[in-house]
């Protein structure tokens, strides 16, 4: 996952799953969970308040393990939903890391 190097801003995106062997000697299995990197900028339109973030799945139909951990993230401020798109779907990721089907 990428890491953080900006005051406010927090990245998201081109992370990658590794099934590694037994003896951990060999990566069996990679998974791109996510193509991009986003960054989600905490920052918003004075006067407004952040209600939340969007971004799109285009490798899977589902939102990834990895989606909910940046919403649990405690240092991603303020704490608001993401929503992410799919192919067949919308899912809202609330800040407490259930999942809500949208459509």
Known sequence: MP???????????????????????????????????LEFRSAGTPGRTLAGHFHSHILSDVPEDTDVFYVLNLTRKPPVPEFVGTKNHVYQIQVDGTIHVMK
């Open 3 to 37: 890491a953080q190097t900006t005051r406010g801003v927090y990245p998201e995106g081109a992370d990658v799953r590794y099934l590694m062997s037994q003896d951990v000697s060999t990566i069996v299995e990679k998974r791109p969970l996510h193509k991009a990197i």
